[in-house]
């Protein structure tokens, strides 16, 4: 393949077991994948991973050491660097996607899934937040979510957190009602609206809205998405773009 993109990683130490659809789902949670060259010859595997976009080539590079089908990976990059800053885009999106969200959220993500990452991958996550700041478009989508489910559940100009969660519980039956007229909790990202309405909303906001975190709060995330993906017979994708549009 002949391809100019730098936004690609070099994976080696694959597993023998390992597929290229299974490095293809690995990965994807980093953001859109581009291509994949997949040297399934070489002893051990190795592949080249072209992605969409640079920041998600950078999340990649995060996870040098995570584990796959029981091989740790080494993730690397003679094109990109991870502790690079990342660059302003002034040209807004028109939705949301993997790239945006914060890469503690992501780490959240893998483990959620099932995958093993040490904690010095989730240390690396959050140093990565802190240095990178949480992306102004997903700050804005989370505050969007907030502020609709508060107006409905409690009135104009209202939020969720900006009410004591146990006092508008009955409220929040009415958010819960126009949610599913409109068809929301079939759309993407549709745990962001649910997680935002438990009693653990503002917890989870949190973890969303700041860079303060600790191991344990990507954990404590990880076992809520678990459980999302266990109450619904759909996993909630990977892109938020459709839940854009649901907020």
Not at 137 to 157: C, E, M, V, W
Not at 213 to 233: F, M, P, T, Y
């Amino acid at each position: 393949m002949t391809d100019t993109t730098p936004y690609s990683v070099n994976v080696t130490h694959i597993s023998p077991s390992t597929t290229e659809s299974q490095l293809h789902e690995y990965f994807t949670f980093c953001g859109k994948i581009a291509s994949i060259d997949f040297d399934e010859i070489s002893s051990p595997k190795s592949a080249t991973i072209y992605f969409e976009k640079a920041p998600a080539a950078k999340t990649a590079l995060m996870l040098n050491g995570g584990t796959l089908n029981d091989a740790h990976l080494s993730v690397t990059s003679d094109a990109i660097e991870s502790d690079e800053d990342e660059p302003q885009v002034p040209t807004p999106r028109a939705s949301l996607d993997q790239t945006d969200k914060p890469r503690a959220a992501i780490a959240a993500e893998y483990l959620a899934k099932g995958y093993a990452l040490s904690d010095q991958i989730l240390q690396r996550a959050i140093e990565l937040d802190k240095k990178q700041g949480i992306s102004k478009r997903f700050l804005n989508y989370i505050h969007s979510i907030d502020s609709t489910l508060g107006q409905k559940a409690i009135g104009p100009d209202q939020t969720i957190s900006g009410k004591v969660q146990s006092s508008v519980s009955d409220g929040i039956s009415q958010a819960k009602a126009f949610n599913e007229q409109k068809g929301v909790t079939k759309k993407v990202g549709d745990y962001y609206v649910r997680a935002l309405k438990t009693p653990l909303g503002l917890k989870v906001q949190e973890f969303y809205t700041t860079t303060t975190k600790h191991i344990h709060d990507i954990h404590e995330e990880a076992r809520r998405l678990a459980g999302w993906n266990k109450s619904n017979v759909v996993e909630p994708p990977v892109d938020a773009e459709a839940s854009t549009k649901a907020a």
